[in-house]
C-alpha cells in the first residue's frame, strides 16, 4: 500500500510517500527499520523565515504559503520515489489540531486529489503522527513504551501499548515546554523559534550562576506547569536591570531556563517510568531535538536500566513523513478504514483521546 502524506497543520509544509509491508507476518525477518514498510520519499518546506520577521506563526501567512508549496513537493516526493500519482493508495493528511486556515490547505488538498485519483483519504491526529514517529528510524522501539511529548504546542506524558492505545499520564497545565522557551528566548532578544537558539545560547551560560524553580517537581502527579518559568526568567532580568544585561547574563539565563525544563521533563519521565514498570522511553516533538535533554535522559534512563529513543532529529519536528507514517499503521492495525468523500472538515482542537481504540 502507498500512502501520500500531507501535513499543513502550522509552519512547516510537509509531504512524504510511505510504502507499507505486505503483511506483518511476511516481514517479520526484515532489519528492524523495515518492519512496518519503508519511507520511499519525503519533503519539506520550513516557513520559519517568512515568520521571523513577526516574531511568530502569522496564521493567514502560514496558509497561504502552504497553498503555494504542496503541489510541488507533491511532484518533488513523487519524483524521488520514482511513482506516478496514479500509483498512491491512501491520502493521509492531519486534520487537527492546528491552526484552522492552514489546516483546511492540507485536507482541502488531499481530498481534492483523492477525488480526481479516485482514491481514499484517512485523517490523521497530528499528535499521534508524532507518537509514532520514532518507528520510523533504524532502531525503532518495541511497544509498549511511555512517550514524553513535548512540542510547541504539547507537553504530555503518555503510556503507549500499540497503535491507537495511547493513555494519558500527565500533561502540562498552561505553556508547553516548546512555548516556554520560544517565549523566553523572545525576553531575551533571541530570534523566532527561540528554542534552538535559546539552546546555542545556554551553551555559553555559567552553572549555577542564576537559580530559577522548577514548578511541579514535587507535585506527586505527572503534570506540568511552565508558565510560570518563564515568569522567573523576566524576573531574573528585571533584578539585572533590562539596560545592565549582557550577553553573558543572556546566557547564564538561558543556561538556568534550560536545566529547571530539563530537570522537570526528566524527574517526570523517570517517574512515569516506575509507576508503569516500564524500561523504554520514547521522546518525541520538537523539544525532542534539545542536546542538554537528551543527554539527561540517557544518563537517567540508563541509571535505572531502561532505555531512551529519541527520534532522528528530522522527524522531531513537523514532517509529512510521520502523517504518511501514522496513516499506514492504522490502516494495518485495522484500526480505520480509508473513505472516499466529497466532504471534509478540520478539527483545530482535537483530543487524543477520540482517536484511540482503548
Ligand atoms: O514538534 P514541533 O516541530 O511543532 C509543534 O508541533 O509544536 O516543535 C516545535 C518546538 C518549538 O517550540 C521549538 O522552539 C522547539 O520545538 N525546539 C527546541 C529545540 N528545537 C526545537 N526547543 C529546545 N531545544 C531545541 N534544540
Ligand atoms: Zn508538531
Same mark, same amino acid.
Not at 324 to 351: C, H, N, Y
Given at each position: 500500500?502507498?500512502?501520500?502524506?500531507?501535513?499543513?497543520?502550522?509552519?512547516?509544509?510537509? &509531504?512524504?510517500?510511505? #510504502?507499507?509491508?505486505?503483511?506483518?507476518?511476511?516481514? #517479520?525477518?526484515?532489519?528492524? #527499520?523495515?518492519?512496518?514498510?519503508?519511507? %520511499?520519499?519525503?519533503? %519539506?518546506?520550513?516557513?520559519?523565515?517568512?515568520? #521571523?520577521?513577526?516574531?511568530?506563526?502569522?496564521?493567514?501567512?502560514? !496558509?497561504?504559503?502552504?497553498?503555494?508549496? /504542496?503541489?510541488?513537493?507533491? @511532484?518533488? /516526493?513523487?519524483?524521488?520515489?520514482?511513482?506516478?500519482?496514479?500509483?498512491?493508495?491512501?491520502? *493521509?493528511?492531519?486534520?487537527?489540531?492546528?491552526?484552522?486556515?492552514?489546516?483546511?490547505?492540507?485536507?482541502?488538498?488531499?481530498?481534492?486529489?483523492?477525488?480526481?485519483?479516485?482514491?481514499?483519504?484517512?485523517?490523521?491526529?497530528?499528535?499521534?503522527?508524532?507518537?509514532?514517529?520514532?518507528?520510523? !528510524?533504524?532502531?525503532?522501539?518495541?511497544?509498549?513504551?511511555?512517550? +514524553?511529548?513535548? !512540542?510547541?504546542?504539547? =507537553?504530555?506524558?503518555?503510556?503507549?501499548?500499540?497503535?491507537?492505545?495511547?493513555?494519558?499520564?500527565?500533561? =502540562?497545565?498552561?505553556? *508547553?515546554?516548546?512555548?516556554?522557551?520560544?517565549?523566553?528566548?523572545?525576553?531575551?532578544?533571541?530570534?523566532?523559534?527561540?528554542?534552538?537558539?535559546?539552546?546555542?545560547?545556554?551553551?555559553?551560560? @555559567?552553572?549555577?550562576?542564576?537559580?530559577?524553580?522548577?514548578?511541579?517537581?514535587?507535585?506527586?502527579?505527572?503534570?506540568?506547569?511552565?508558565?510560570?518559568?518563564?515568569?522567573?526568567?523576566?524576573?531574573?532580568?528585571?533584578?539585572?536591570?533590562?539596560? $545592565?544585561?549582557?550577553?553573558?547574563?543572556?546566557?547564564?539565563?538561558? &543556561?538556568?531556563?534550560?536545566?529547571?525544563?530539563?530537570?522537570? +521533563?526528566?524527574?517526570?519521565?523517570?517517574?512515569?517510568?516506575?509507576? @508503569?514498570? %516500564?524500561?523504554?522511553?520514547?521522546?518525541?516533538?520538537?523539544?525532542?531535538? $534539545?542536546?542538554?535533554?537528551?543527554?539527561?535522559?540517557?544518563?537517567?534512563?540508563?541509571?535505572?536500566?531502561?532505555?531512551?529513543?529519541?527520534?532522528?532529529?528530522?522527524?522531531?519536528?513537523? $514532517?509529512? *513523513?510521520?502523517?504518511?507514517?501514522?496513516?499506514?499503521?492504522?490502516?494495518?492495525?485495522?484500526?480505520?478504514? *480509508? /473513505?472516499?468523500?466529497? !466532504?471534509?472538515?478540520?478539527?483545530?482542537?482535537?483530543? &487524543?483521546?477520540?482517536?484511540? @481504540?482503548?
Amino acid at each position: 500500500m502507498l500512502v501520500l502524506g500531507i501535513e499543513t497543520s502550522c509552519d512547516e509544509t510537509g &509531504l512524504a510517500l510511505y #510504502q507499507s509491508a505486505p503483511a506483518p507476518e511476511a516481514v #517479520q525477518d526484515a532489519p528492524a #527499520q523495515y518492519r512496518y514498510g519503508q519511507l %520511499l520519499a519525503h519533503a %519539506l518546506h520550513s516557513q520559519i523565515d517568512m515568520h #521571523q520577521a513577526y516574531g511568530g506563526v502569522v496564521p493567514e501567512l502560514a !496558509s497561504r504559503d502552504h497553498i503555494r508549496r /504542496v503541489l510541488p513537493l507533491l @511532484t518533488q /516526493v513523487l519524483a524521488e520515489a520514482q511513482r506516478d500519482k496514479s500509483e498512491i493508495d491512501v491520502i *493521509a493528511c492531519t486534520q487537527g489540531p492546528g491552526l484552522a486556515g492552514a489546516l483546511l490547505v492540507g485536507t482541502g488538498i488531499a481530498h481534492g486529489l483523492a477525488f480526481a485519483l479516485d482514491k481514499p483519504v484517512i485523517t490523521i491526529h497530528h499528535l499521534e503522527g508524532h507518537l509514532l514517529s520514532p518507528l520510523l !528510524s533504524d532502531d525503532p522501539p518495541e511497544f509498549p513504551f511511555v512517550a +514524553l511529548l513535548v !512540542s510547541g504546542g504539547h =507537553t504530555q506524558l503518555m503510556r503507549v501499548d500499540g497503535v491507537g492505545q495511547y493513555a494519558m499520564l500527565g500533561e =502540562t497545565l498552561d505553556d *508547553a515546554a516548546g512555548e516556554a522557551f520560544d517565549k523566553t528566548a523572545k525576553l531575551l532578544g533571541l530570534s523566532y523559534p527561540g528554542g534552538p537558539e535559546l539552546a546555542r545560547l545556554a551553551e555559553f551560560g @555559567t552553572a549555577a550562576s542564576i537559580q530559577l524553580p522548577r514548578p511541579m517537581l514535587h507535585s506527586g502527579d505527572l503534570d506540568f506547569s511552565f508558565s510560570g518559568l518563564k515568569t522567573a526568567a523576566l524576573t531574573a532580568v528585571k533584578k539585572i536591570g533590562s539596560a $545592565n544585561v549582557c550577553e553573558q547574563d543572556k546566557a547564564n539565563i538561558a &543556561l538556568a531556563f534550560q536545566d529547571a525544563i530539563v530537570d522537570v +521533563l526528566a524527574a517526570k519521565s523517570i517517574t512515569a517510568l516506575k509507576q @508503569t514498570g %516500564l524500561k523504554r522511553l520514547v521522546v518525541a516533538g520538537g523539544v525532542g531535538a $534539545n542536546r542538554a535533554l537528551r543527554a539527561r535522559l540517557k544518563e537517567a534512563t540508563a541509571k535505572r536500566g531502561a532505555r531512551v529513543h529519541f527520534p532522528e532529529l528530522q522527524w522531531c519536528t513537523d $514532517n509529512g *513523513a510521520m502523517i504518511a507514517f501514522a496513516g499506514a499503521m492504522r490502516l494495518m492495525a485495522g484500526i480505520d478504514q *480509508a /473513505v472516499k468523500t466529497e !466532504s471534509f472538515s478540520v478539527k483545530p482542537r482535537w483530543d &487524543l483521546a477520540s482517536v484511540c @481504540t482503548k
